[in-house]
């Protein structure tokens, strides 16, 4: 008896535990993305731990299967695929434990509690108002789309172009896909100069493709002809805006997308249970103009 | 004789019931049933004729906002910022009267009786200012947050194709309007000067 009073008696004093799964670790703004949330859970009082999916669905499976197992309470989660993911989240959900996801969704709006994502269409609604001001509303462009089974490759480009088809000036010569990859924007980018050597302006769905597609022009010689957009608020293209070789992008906020999550999860385990499935965090455009304001990944303090 | 009788009742009630089970559609019309979902120009048109006036009417005075966020920003956003984001941004509905003292690419700028200078946006109308502004649309109705950007597109179209078209070419420098609108500040990187509104009415007085 006096065993399993100090057995109970122990296992009272141990934390919960929260479990922070990641799409990769092989991107600095998701291991930004993943420390901050493991520091905020560790910082309200939970045990945590950071797993990663190397961008595997089936590896992101075997995550939620061993973190079930190990008895977490709650999943903080950066999901690797739009579909994919579900069925992980469902099962979470069926053995009691809540899922947050974190910067990217999910097809479905049931399974998961909540949802925080960068507002990615209004962020590129932005971006199309900044591209047509700018271009004064002509001009031929390229856009580079990220990976196409995510949601937010989707998001950022219906956003811009809600704004920049309504201008009839402006004609779009080439779209296609670079993952959200820096070495396939350069690829990419050489590529389409080959059919369309006369472009004035690229439009980029991250900051990564932005990157690889202004060394693509900056080989072909065309680096001050063309005006490069990205997104994302990486620190590389926050130096190419204040040397003016980079356009714009739009900035993210990874810190309060993961201190939302963990400060959500928190809640729940302490008892509330109505969350808004969808909660967008804002997204701002950086120009030269307010370039100063920001730092990678978020504003200065 | 009896029994065939039975028989053909029992056929005639399976076959009822059968019928009355099953019916067909065309895989055409199930799909566009499926595919229409939300009715975001329906939402918008009830939001900005019916919701939006009563809440313009009740919106600040753009001098006395101005001067509400120069005393104490923190209260002045409290009290009449408006967003669905969560960040530093909010959208305030505002009310207001001016000279025109410029028209450029961006819209028609507008010199207010405190000497403030607003730029009424009436060249790129696009954005959340409209959808946010009121606080009247509640983000917890929503499960899918391409209807709340859908919301923004149909708002944002009833004052590029309606509102906009019969008014914009009679704005001419000098003249003295009467107007509405959102404006949406960042408190992180407050820019009062040049203010942008997303109009909802401008009114020609002289």
């Given at each position: 008896m006096l065993l399993a009073a100090c057995h109970s008696g122990h296992k009272t004093k141990q934390p919960k535990k929260i479990a922070v799964i990641v799409?990769?670790?092989?991107n600095p703004w998701f291991v930004f993305l993943a420390q901050t949330a493991a520091a905020e859970a560790k910082k309200r009082g939970y045990e945590t731990k950071i797993f990663d999916s190397q961008n595997n669905t089936a590896l992101e499976s075997d995550n939620f299967e061993n973190a079930l197992a190990s008895g977490y309470s709650a999943i903080l989660f950066n999901p690797t695929d739009a579909n994919g993911s579900v069925v992980s989240v469902t099962r979470a959900k069926a053995a009691g434990v809540p899922v947050f996801c974190m910067d990217r969704e999910i097809n479905s709006t049931t399974e998961a509690t909540a949802q925080i994502l960068s507002d990615s269409y209004s962020g590129c609604v932005e971006m199309g108002k900044y591209f047509v001001k700018t271009m004064h509303k002509k001009g031929n462009y390229v856009e580079i789309l990220g990976i196409v089974a995510d949601n937010n490759t989707w998001s950022r480009s219906k956003g811009f172009h809600s704004v920049v088809d309504d201008y009839p000036g402006l004609k779009m010569v080439a779209q296609q896909s670079a993952d959200f990859d820096r070495n396939k924007g350069l690829e990419v980018l050489e590529s389409i100069l080959q059919a369309?050597?006369?472009?004035?302006a690229v439009f980029c769905g991250n900051d990564a493709m932005a990157m690889g597609a202004y060394q693509a022009l900056a080989a072909a010689g065309k680096a001050n002809q063309v005006k490069v957009f990205g997104f994302d608020g990486a620190e590389d293209v926050i130096g190419y805006i204040k040397d003016g070789k980079i356009s714009a992008t739009a900035m993210q906020f990874p810190k309060v997308i993961a201190k939302t999550a963990a400060k959500y999860a928190d809640e729940y385990l302490k008892g509330k249970r109505d969350f808004p499935q969808k909660v967008p965090v804002a997204v701002e455009l950086v120009t030269a103009k307010n370039v100063d304001d920001y730092v990678a990944y978020g504003k200065k303090n | 004789m009896r029994k065939s009788i039975k028989y053909i009742l029992w056929v005639a009630v399976i076959l009822v019931v059968a019928y009355s089970s099953v019916y067909f559609k065309k895989l055409s019309d199930v799909k566009a049933a499926a595919a229409k979902g939300f009715d975001a120009a329906a939402y918008a048109n009830n939001y900005f004729y019916k919701q939006l006036p009563p809440a313009i009417a009740e919106a600040p005075d753009v001098d006395k906002l101005i001067a509400m966020i120069k005393t104490d920003t923190s209260a002045a956003f409290k009290s009449y910022g408006h967003a669905l984001?969560?960040?530093?941004t909010r959208y305030f509905l505002v009310q207001g009267k001016g000279t025109i003292v410029n028209i450029d690419d961006n819209g028609v700028w507008v010199s207010t009786p405190a000497g403030n200078t607003v730029l009424l946006g009436t060249e790129y109308v696009y954005g959340n200012a409209l959808r946010d502004a009121s606080g009247l649309v509640d983000i917890n109705k929503f499960s899918n947050t391409m209807d709340l950007n859908n919301i923004s597109g149909a708002v944002d179209k009833i004052v590029r194709t309606k509102i906009l078209p019969g008014i914009k070419p009679q704005l001419k420098k000098g003249g003295i309007i009467l107007f509405s609108g959102a404006a949406g500040l960042n408190q992180a990187h407050?820019?009062?000067?040049g203010m942008e509104i997303t109009p909802v009415s401008i009114k020609i007085i002289r």
């Open positions: 799409s990769t670790l092989n369309h050597p006369d472009i004035d | 984001a969560i960040g530093t407050l820019q009062l000067d």
